[in-house]
């Protein structure tokens, strides 16, 4: 069984900041790729950043020079430090983590239950 779990979402005014956390637990034999997505009401999921088990990162245009995602691979975990908040900024943030559990022998996608980030004065 594998368990993603997020936590730092909440509101904030127009050129704010705030962190996301991410703790991947359970049965792991290995973590890839982790990622945080989101989704904003009426909109599809959309993914926000990325970064491989090297530390190798990629962004969407619409963060890119704002938010930095960053990982512990020893604390299976991964941040998102997002800075200058805007209110199209608003969404459910999901963490999605790439697992190869153990005793398995294909990597898995999971998904966290997902945290409200609002951007709004």
């Known amino acids: 069984q594998v368990q993603l779990v997020e936590s730092g979402g909440g509101l904030v005014q127009p050129g704010g900041s705030l962190r996301l956390s991410c703790t991947t637990s359970g049965s792991i034999r290995d973590l890839n790729r982790m990622a945080w997505y989101r989704q904003a009401p009426g909109k599809e999921r959309e993914l926000v950043a990325r970064i491989t088990y090297d530390g190798n990162t990629a962004y969407s245009n619409s963060v890119k020079g704002r938010f930095t995602i960053s990982r512990d691979n020893a604390k299976y975990t991964v941040d998102l430090q997002m800075n200058s908040l805007k209110p199209e900024d608003t969404a459910v943030y999901y963490c999605?983590?790439?697992?190869?559990?153990?005793?398995?022998?294909?990597?898995?996608?999971?998904w966290g239950q997902g945290t409200q980030v609002t951007v709004s004065s």
């Open positions: 999605n983590s790439e697992v190869l559990p153990d005793g398995g022998t294909m990597y898995q996608f999971y």
